[in-house]
């Protein structure tokens, strides 16, 4: 079984930074691309970024040139650096283990002076 735990979430003021981490339990994780999703109230869940097994990288247009994703297989965890941050990227930030249905429980962005 695959766990997925999140972390890094919180406040952060418009322009600041913010890095997520997910570590996830489980020997797939090396072998499985990951995502981070995020859901802002009222809003439908949206792909952020993926990052496939290998390191290739996609991103939201909306995000594109702020956020970084990487991961580390030795540590079984994926990141999310979050630059100049904007109201609009607050939600709630999720892992994922692409092409699975795990995925984890979340870690709240507020974007607010």
């Known amino acids: 079984q695959v766990q997925l735990v999140e972390s890094g979430g919180g406040l952060v003021q418009p322009g600041g930074s913010l890095r997520l981490s997910c570590a996830a339990s489980g020997k797939i994780f090396s072998i499985h691309a990951m995502g981070w999703y995020r859901q802002a109230p009222g809003k439908q869940r949206e792909l952020v970024a993926a990052?496939?097994?290998?390191?290739?990288?996609n991103y939201a247009d909306s995000v594109k040139g702020r956020f970084t994703i990487s991961r580390d297989h030795a540590k079984n965890t994926v990141y999310l650096q979050m630059n100049s941050l904007k109201p609009e990227d607050a939600a709630v930030y999720y892992c994922?283990?692409?092409?699975?249905?795990?995925w984890g429980k979340g870690t709240l962005v507020i974007v607010s002076s």
């Open positions: 994922r283990l692409e092409e699975t249905d795990y």
């Open positions: 990052i496939s097994s290998g390191g290739r990288t």
